[in-house]
């Protein structure tokens, strides 16, 4: 307790005496009746847009978190591409003991990060996606704040279907056929018609 009341003394100056003392002691009660329910203290997670890079923020989230966390999320990566996760402690208050992240599928665990950094991969198709973080402070009384990007980058286009060359090449020669044919058989005179030579 005492450096967050050294923290607040010298924010507050030197006259602040036993009121601050009184008011970071009830400050340290919640923060500790919040972290003893397992439930983050603060955390931030959303669903962002088009950066002005061009890559697509898929999922954003930080929290600040106090003795052993562990947080999920879920969400939809809607585009084949590059995927970038960034994990950063943000060492705020105190620098995290360890922080990890685990990226899954439905089927399998694709990517884990076993400190903070930055993990680029190829995705091939879209699909749905469960984000897994575990952090943890030097002690049970420390706080530490990090957060987390996945991004997909590079030209951000819908994965299209496309049509095989082979079959649109036998599709287009067999109307040619029926064309040239249909054009054989009706190729009587017709009296009046002017005739191309």
Known sequence: ?????????????PAAGSAVKSAVTYTIGIVAAVLASGAPLAARAAQAGPQADGSLNVYESSALVGGRQTAHAEFTIPVAGKVTIKLRDLEWPERLATLSFLLTD????FQRLDEPGTLSFDLDAPGQFFAFVAAATQDVT?????????????????AATSVPVPAAGWLLLSALAGFGALGRSNGRKIEGAPAYA
């Open 1 to 13: 307790m005492g450096k967050w009341t050294n923290l607040i003394r010298s924010a507050a100056g």
């Open 106 to 109: 439905t089927h399998d665990v």
């Open 142 to 158: 420390d706080m530490g704040l990090y957060s987390l990007t996945v991004s997909v980058g590079g030209p951000v286009t819908p």
